[in-house]
């Protein structure tokens, strides 16, 4: 077993920030859906659905920024952990 014993904080925060980039867009994808079908079934169109739609920019956003905070805190955390053997342990192959 190998033993992930360092992570960069920077690596960490772009992954992150990557993953969660694509969650908001999913999360912006659905609210905005959800806002156009309410504003539909109500019978007009007004500034509600634009700003429904606005979502699929401003998640993305507002999730790759709170991912990439979260990279910058737990990177080294987790490398702190890691000093008393509490790191991720790995099973890889050698071929």
């Not at 867009?25 to 659905?30: D, E, H, Q």
């Not at 979502?55 to 737990?74: D, N, T, Y």
């Amino acid at each position: 077993m190998a033993r992930i014993i360092r992570l960069g904080a920077a690596s960490l925060a772009k992954l992150l920030a990557l993953m969660m980039a694509s969650l908001g867009f999913l999360v912006g994808m659905l609210y905005s859906v959800g806002g156009f079908l309410f504003e539909l079934s109500a019978g007009t169109l007004n500034s509600g659905t634009a700003l429904a739609f606005l979502a699929l920019l401003g998640m993305p956003l507002l999730f790759a920024l709170a991912g990439c905070v979260a990279g910058l805190i737990l990177a080294p955390l987790y490398n702190l952990l890691a000093r008393f053997g509490f790191g991720l342990e790995l099973e890889l192959d050698s071929d």
